[in-house]
């Protein structure tokens, strides 16, 4: 069965320290894997895909499929990135979305 | 353009009663999915409509069902409610073309079962 877990429930660091969001993920076939974020009174947004490869606010993710990961780094964290992070895995077609519990980050001044 | 909008924002039902909740995605999506959000469980996939059609389904009993119409705009329903049904609701619109698409979130009707 699909399941995307998030282990950190809460995450706080200094601003300007790097910052690593995880995210497991268990999938028999080709995942697709997302990061949505959501920021205080704001709606859930993408905020990157891996088929991209894109760096999006200076956040990247890689797709490890030996260790069946998709962690969220970012060198340099600012406190304009505190907010909600969901890593989301979509399989089949069509848009069927399994999104983790979350990871509420917290940037420290 | 446009965000997609939910309403009730807010609702507050008793146990055995039904609900209807509804989604107007962004103009030009065809695709809406639908989610339960609680804080135990998280985000969980209900099900997804395209074109009028039901095009997956998360493993929610047959109390939550929902269509959508000609002009894309969703419903969801859900009958014989629960203490546990309490959740909010988000829904989810994309164009629906292709798989796997960035989806747009609306705010949510928040749902209490009293």
């Known amino acids: 069965a699909q399941r995307v877990t998030q282990p950190e429930k809460l995450l706080s660091v200094f601003k300007g320290a790097p910052v690593e969001l995880k995210c497991n993920y268990s999938y028999s076939g080709s995942p697709e894997l997302f990061w949505y974020v959501q920021y205080s009174r704001q709606r859930l947004q993408l905020l990157l895909r891996h088929i991209s490869r894109e760096s999006i606010k200076g956040f990247t993710a890689d797709l490890n499929k030996g260790e069946t990961s998709f962690h969220l780094k970012k060198p340099f964290a600012q406190e304009e990135d505190s907010a909600m992070y969901y890593c989301?895995?979509?399989?089949?077609?069509?848009?069927?979305?399994?999104f983790g519990t979350g990871t509420s980050l917290t940037v420290i001044p | 353009k446009a965000g997609v909008t939910q309403t009730p924002r807010y609702l507050i039902k008793t146990r055995g009663q039904q609900v209807t909740l509804s989604c107007s995605p962004i103009s030009g999506h065809r695709s809406v999915s639908w989610y339960q959000q609680t804080p135990g469980q998280g985000l969980q996939f209900l099900f997804e409509y395209f074109s009028e059609t039901q095009r997956n389904k998360g493993n929610f009993p047959g109390r939550f069902s929902g269509r959508q119409f000609s002009n894309s705009r969703s419903e969801m329903n859900v009958s014989t409610l629960e203490l546990g049904d309490s959740a909010l609701y988000l829904c989810?619109?994309?164009?629906?073309?292709?798989?796997?698409?960035?989806?747009?979130f609306g705010p949510g009707t928040r749902l209490l079962v009293l």
């Open positions: 989301a895995l979509s399989v089949g077609t069509g848009n069927q979305f399994y």
């Open positions: 989810a619109s994309s164009w629906g073309t292709a798989s796997k698409e960035t989806q747009y």
